[in-house]
Structures are given as structure tokens and as C-alpha cells.
């Protein structure tokens, strides 16, 4: 089976732009979900999606946000960037059912200058 | 915030040499998991540990959990340069719980040097 695959790989942005990252699970998961990685914060949970719903959601504001779609891939979106926006985006999968382990894409390195 | 914390945030050793990371946590969990990352990419799943187990092997890979202490080790014999990555321990993504996410350390970076 192929991986999970995250696109685009490398993106560069200015303040107050916004952006979107897509992002397609292993075939067969239902559940996505997404984390940001900063050297300062580490690896944090935004959100996990499962069959189109939202399931999970990590202490970050409004400004990101995500969806997944019938085929469960997924979407996050940051809108109005600030500087601290800048990270590695990664988006993990799993099955989603009594599954624990998840399976992360390569990520998408986000710089906001 | 983080619910596990590694210990040591870095270590370097030689090949052939033994490599343990420590991890604590601070509330009850169901799993722990370890994890490994090379280089600023993506997380590689390296093993997962339920709290009813005391001990897990994978390979090289040697992982301990202590649920009294809340704590994990995960111990690599034999390491090799290819070793050389970042580990984390993650607690959480618990469906079973209904809980998808993971909340990660900040952890181990390893160095091996040939």
C-alpha cells in the first residue's frame, strides 16, 4: 500500500496569507490527523478527522481549520498567517477503529515570512 | 502541552553501544507508543506498549513501562549510524477511548557515530 502522502512538500508564505495543505491517507484509513512541529512547542495535535467529522480537537485558535472528505482525504487550512505559523505540518492515519498506531506523511514545511 | 517528557534530550554514543531513552507522563493511559524521526520528516511508528504489559520487544528495540511510576524506557542494543534520529513517546490515540490524538514529548535525539 502506498503511504501517506502530504502536498506540497515545501511552502513559503507572507503574514496574512492564507494557506492550505492537503493530505491523502493510506487506503482504507478513515481517520486523519494533523500536528504542527516548532522547535519551541514540539509536536502538537490540531485536529483529527474520521468519516468527514471532526472527532478531536487541539488548543489552537480559529484561524486553523480542516476537513476531510468522502474519500477521507484531508485538508487543513490556516488563514491571516503570523510569523509563528511557521513549522512542519504532519499528517498522520489510521484505520481508526481500536487502532492506536498512526502513520504519518513526510509533512509539509510551511515558512512565513 | 506535553504529557510525556524524555530523558535524555540528547545523547551520543558509538556503534555497538547500547542506547536507552527514559519517558515520563503525568496521567493514566491505556498505550504508550515510541516513535522515531529522522531529520525533520515524517514519525516512524517503532513500537506500542499497553499498560497491562511490563515489557515489549521488537527487533533491536526493548520497551518498558512502569504505570506506578509513570514512566517508559525504550532501550536500542547494538545501535548502528542508521539509528541516528529523534525518538518521542506518545500517549493517547485511543480509540478505543475515542481519543485519535497523540500527545507527544519533546524528545531523545540520538546521535550514533560510526
Known amino acids: 500500500k502506498a503511504g501517506v502522502t502530504q502536498t506540497p512538500r515545501y511552502l513559503i508564505k507572507t503574514r496574512g496569507q492564507q494557506v492550505t495543505l492537503s493530505c491523502s491517507p493510506i487506503?482504507?484509513?478513515?481517520?486523519v490527523s494533523w500536528y504542527q512541529q516548532t522547535p519551541g512547542q514540539g509536536l502538537q495535535f490540531l485536529f483529527e478527522?474520521?468519516?468527514?467529522?471532526?472527532?478531536n480537537k487541539g488548543n489552537f485558535p480559529g484561524r486553523f481549520s480542516g476537513r476531510q472528505f468522502s474519500n477521507s482525504r484531508s485538508e487543513m487550512n490556516v488563514s491571516t498567517l503570523e510569523l509563528g505559523d511557521s513549522a512542519l505540518y504532519l499528517c498522520?492515519?489510521?484505520?481508526?477503529?481500536?487502532?492506536?498506531?498512526?502513520?504519518f506523511g513526510p509533512g509539509t514545511r510551511l515558512t512565513v515570512l | 502541552s506535553q504529557q510525556g517528557e524524555e530523558d535524555p534530550q540528547a545523547l551520543s554514543i558509538q556503534e555497538g553501544e547500547n542506547a536507552t531513552m527514559n519517558c515520563s507522563y503525568k496521567?493514566?493511559?491505556?498505550?504508550l507508543q515510541w516513535y522515531r524521526q529522522n531529520s525533520g520528516r515524517g514519525l516512524v511508528h517503532l513500537i506500542l506498549?499497553?499498560?497491562?504489559?511490563r515489557e515489549k520487544h521488537s527487533g533491536r528495540l526493548r520497551v518498558t513501562l512502569d504505570t506506578s511510576k509513570k514512566s517508559s524506557s525504550l532501550l536500542i542494543t547494538a545501535s548502528r549510524a542508521a539509528d541516528t534520529a529523534s525518538y518521542f513517546c506518545?500517549?493517547?490515540?485511543?480509540?478505543?477511548?475515542?481519543?485519535?490524538?497523540?500527545?507527544f514529548g519533546k524528545g531523545t535525539k540520538l546521535s550514533v557515530k560510526p
Open positions: 498522520a492515519s489510521s484505520p481508526g477503529q481500536e487502532y492506536n498506531e498512526q502513520f
Open positions: 487506503s482504507g484509513h478513515r481517520s
Open positions: 478527522y474520521f468519516s468527514e467529522t471532526q472527532r
Open positions: 496521567t493514566s493511559i491505556n498505550n
Open positions: 506498549i499497553r499498560s497491562n504489559e
Open positions: 506518545a500517549t493517547g490515540g485511543d480509540y478505543g477511548g475515542s481519543q485519535g490524538n497523540l500527545i
